[in-house]
Every structure is written in C-alpha cells, then in structure tokens.
C-alpha cells in the first residue's frame, strides 16, 4: 500500500507531455509528365484538433501548383492560403466541431512539368492546435517520380495519329475562373478517327476514374454537390491498346462569403476630423476579390483595402453599404451609420493654446505677489499695532 502512495506522489512531479500530433503528406509513386496528381495532407494522432496550418516547399522545376482544397474534417479555409515562388501555406479550421485520431486536412493539386525526381516538404510554421495548444511533433515529406511515359495503372495520353480531341465547357470555359454554377457542361469534339467507345467520369480527382458510358456523342451535364475544384473526366478507347484520357477542371463557389460586420471608428463626430469605416470578410472558396461601397444609396467606390477614409464627407447622416464580392461574383453586404456633426465653434488652435496657458500663467502670478503683498501689509501693521499699544501702556504707568 505505501508503495502505491510513493508511486502516485512521484508521478505528481513528473511533467506531463502535450498529446503528440504529426503532419504528413501522401502521394503517387510516379506520374507522367503533364498529368496533374494530388497530394494529400494528413493529421495523425491529433486531439480535438480545431485549427491546422501546413506550410511546405515543392520545386517549381518540376511542379505546378494547380490548386487546393479542404477535406471534411476541416472544411473551412483560413486567410492567408495559397502558394507562391515554391512554397504553399494551407490553413482550415472547423467552427465547434474538433476531431481527433487521424484525418485528411486538406488536399494540394500539382501538374508535373518535366522528367526527375520532386520532393514536397513541410517547413517551419506548420502547426496543429487544439485549442490554441500546439500539438505538433513531427512533419513529413514525399517524394515524387516523375517519369516520361504512362506511370504504371495508367492509360496512353497520346491519341492515335491523324485525330483531333478538343475538350470545353460552356458553363466553366475558363479552367483557371471561379464560377458560381454547380451545373457543370463537358463538351468534346473529335476530328479524324472515330473511338469505339466514350466514358465520362466527375470526381475531386484529377485523374479519374471516367467509368460511365456516355449518353451523347459530344457532352455531358454534372452537378457538383459542394463548392470546391472538380474534374470531369473523358476517355476515349480507339482499339484495345489505343486509350485517351483527357481532364477538364471546374473551380466552383456557389456560396456567398460569410456575413460580415461594418464598423465606424467613430459615429458622432465633426467633420474633418479622422474616421475610417472598416470591414473585413471570409470567404471559404474562391477567396475576396473587391469591396463594393455605397453611401447614403450611392455608389462610392470599389476596392480591396479593408477600410474607406470618411474625413472629406460634410455635416449630416450617413449610411453605408459594404458589398463583399468572391471571385466567383458572390456577394454578402453589412451595413453602418454615422453621423457628422455641424461644426461649432472651432477649437483652439496650438499658437492659441499657447497663448492662453501664458496668460494664465500671468494671472496666477499676479494673484500670488497680490496675496504676499496683503500678507506682508497685514504683519506690518499687525506688528505697529502692538508697537502702539506698548507704547500708550508705558506712557499711563509713568503718569
């Protein structure tokens, strides 16, 4: 018995260790030159897990950053991500609902550029929190061959000669545009030899699989069930050993960002004097592209500052109009007040100021030799008053 009381007040000074939590990255093996993959960025042995960030570095001499997007877990994306110059900074987060165990934070689309070997790493500043508690112990890398012909599983992208593929969207033409539409149109025209047979595919995977026959010759209509980047997918069988595959990207933002607060510095104020209107808003897929600002039901001005200067504005009641607009034509507003007050009269400028602390400070000094001076006069004549009493004393004692 006392060895388990010994045992349990030594453990009272053992530190206790933070749960040990790992970011990781996954991959393909081996792609081909020009075909886009994904890399998949894990949270392992994490703990009510509210927050994560991943920053990483690949070689812009053999990858392409394409784009990213957030897994289940985590779905909504913090300020700040993107990739740029060979690094990529991924943060998202989940609003009240922490996990924990393992779980896929998010996933990062590169295309490869060249034959050689890439290697996607994490870096410093990579964090997952619980709670503001980091939990992280450990980061990782992968590693990536990037190989001329078919990577094994496969198929050929070189068509059979003498055939033209052409792959478009009317409702999505732009690969690189974000789109409010989760109506997606896959159109292809084919030129020379005719395939035996044409299957479709629509997933959040670059490579497929197109698995299902196509109804019609030239199109074919999908639905994306959630904001995000989608693929459709188009392959082409010519003969057994003649298969094309070809890929179409959607960037889709049905949603408008979320609302936001707009906010004055000050609501009553005169004016000239300082004041900014400031807002700010959070979009989870495409991201803010422009604040659009009407005054009193007129339009102002379009920018992407988060603030607006009112100084210049005259004396009455304002109210302000704040569109938050996304990159795919979303829009939420918020909405202040303010008001100008009519100019009284005006304040006392610094030469003024100086001269009237001057002034004041000549009246107290003259209000203090006045107060001495009657001080002084009231000894002096406290004392002769004595001196006459002593004197008309001595004066009755001699008579």
Not at 87 to 107: D, E, K, M, Y
Not at 173 to 183: F, H, L, T
Not at 330 to 351: D, H, K, M, W, Y
Request: no cysteine.
């Amino acid at each position: 018995m006392k060895y388990r009381f010994f045992l349990a007040s030594l453990l009272l000074f053992i530190p206790q260790v933070a749960f040990a939590a790992s970011a990781g990255l996954s991959a393909p093996a081996e792609v081909q030159v020009g075909r886009t993959f994904q890399v998949r960025m894990n949270i392992g042995g994490a703990k009510d897990t509210d927050t994560v960030r991943f920053i990483g570095s690949f070689p812009t001499e053999f990858l392409e950053f394409q784009g990213m997007a957030n897994g289940s877990s985590l779905p909504t994306r913090s300020p700040g991500s993107g990739a740029s110059g060979g690094t990529f900074n991924f943060g998202g987060f989940s609003l009240g609902n922490p996990v924990s165990g393992n779980q896929l934070a998010g996933i990062l689309t590169f295309k490869a550029k060249k034959v050689g070997t890439a290697t996607i790493s994490l870096v410093g500043g990579t964090r997952i929190l619980s709670a503001g508690t980091d939990q992280l112990t450990g980061k990782g890398s992968v590693t990536i061959k990037i190989v001329e012909g078919p990577a094994p599983g496969e198929i050929p992208v070189k068509p059979p000669e003498k055939t033209t593929i052409d792959l478009f969207s009317n409702t999505h033409p732009d690969q690189d545009e974000w789109y409010s539409s989760r109506v997606l149109h896959l159109g292809w025209k084919l030129g020379g030899k005719q395939p035996i047979s044409v299957t479709v595919g629509f997933d959040q995977a670059p490579e497929g699989p197109a698995e299902t026959n196509a109804v019609s010759t030239s199109s074919a209509m999908f639905t994306a069930p959630s904001d995000g980047v989608w693929y459709g997918h188009l392959v082409l069988r010519y003969s057994a050993s003649d298969v094309v595959r070809k890929d179409f990207r959607y960037l889709v933002d049905g949603t408008a960002p979320r609302p936001m607060a707009v906010a004055v510095d000050q609501t009553d104020v005169r004016p000239g004097t300082p004041n900014y209107l400031r807002f700010a808003a959070l979009d989870d897929a495409s991201g803010i592209e422009s604040y659009e600002i009407s005054i009193n039901d007129k339009f102002v001005t379009s920018t992407s500052e988060q603030s607006y200067s009112l100084i210049d504005y005259p004396a009455g009641e304002y109210r302000v109009s704040v569109k938050a607009k996304d990159f795919a034509g979303n829009v939420s507003q918020g909405v202040a007040e303010f008001r100008l007050i009519e100019a009284g009269p005006s304040l006392p400028t610094v030469s003024r100021i100086q001269t009237m602390q001057e002034w004041l400070l000549r009246l107290a000094l003259a209000f203090f030799i006045g107060v001495l001076l009657f001080i002084i006069g009231f000894l002096i004549g406290k004392k002769k008053k004595k001196d006459a009493k002593a004197a008309l004393k001595s004066r009755s004692k001699k008579s």
